[in-house]
């Protein structure tokens, strides 16, 4: 089945803690992208990357890493998390940037 | 700066009334506008992509329409499976960027 799948679904950290949200889609997919979706705001974007080993900043890329080592792979980092950082993340693929597929979503808290 | 405004925020129905969505953009260098629905707890599950004004595409009891303004998702004798999270998207190309700006979204209730 064609997907793209988020590890964890849910986590709860403190701050400063460093955490990796992963993602992995087995379409063969050259775009992901990573957005975070807040009440009142929308999704908003915080990086996306072409292909591998290009990256590159979306909206809100303040306090977020990424790599894309693997096609199929494009984890976030918080290397240092916040309490603003609480929200709920999504990744995205794409064939070539046209139509994007969400994954299911990883609810983040940071206490 | 680029804006996708949704309305009605929420909207209720009863099982067979037929209504519209809206989703108005100014959005510089427009390359296509998208709809997905979301289900609580779920990501966004892609709908319809619209490239060019009087385009229309349908789906089962969602039809969604393209303006140079604006974009009208209707639907027709809705059922209570019909209810989510209706979100709008443009998107643009930024150099390699496919990027989808958002709206807020109309939280659709469908009673039975």
């Known amino acids: 089945e064609a997907q793209v799948t988020q590890n964890p679904r849910y986590l709860i950290t403190v701050t400063g803690k460093k955490l990796t949200v992963t993602c992995s889609q087995n379409m063969n997919h050259e775009y992901m992208s990573w957005y975070r979706q807040d009440p009142g705001l929308g999704l908003r974007q915080i990086y996306y990357?072409?292909?591998?080993?290009?990256?590159d900043k979306g909206d809100v890329p303040e306090g977020y890493k990424v790599s894309r080592k693997e096609k199929r792979n494009f984890p976030l980092i918080l290397e240092s998390p916040s309490p603003n950082q609480t929200s709920l993340y999504f990744c995205?693929?794409?064939?070539?940037?046209?139509?994007?597929?969400f994954g299911p979503g990883t609810r983040l808290t940071v206490l | 700066e680029d804006q996708v405004t949704q309305s009605p925020e929420a909207l209720r129905l009863q099982e067979g009334e037929s209504s519209s969505l809206n989703c108005s953009y100014t959005?510089?260098?427009?390359?296509?506008l998208f709809w997905y629905r979301q289900d609580p707890g779920k990501g966004p599950e892609f709908l319809f992509t619209?490239?060019?004004a009087g385009e229309e595409k349908e789906k089962e009891r969602l039809k969604a329409t393209l303006t140079k303004k604006e974009s009208f998702l209707h639907i027709t004798a809705p059922k209570p499976e019909d209810s989510a999270t209706y979100l709008c998207?443009?998107?643009?190309?930024?150099?390699?960027?496919?990027?989808?700006?958002f709206g807020k979204g109309t939280l659709l209730t469908v009673n039975p």
């Open positions: 998207a443009g998107q643009v190309r930024g150099g390699s960027n496919y990027k989808l700006t």
């Open positions: 619209l490239y060019s």
């Open positions: 995205a693929s794409s064939l070539s940037g046209d139509t994007q597929y």
């Open positions: 959005v510089s260098g427009l390359r296509g």
């Open positions: 990357s072409m292909n591998v080993e290009v990256t």
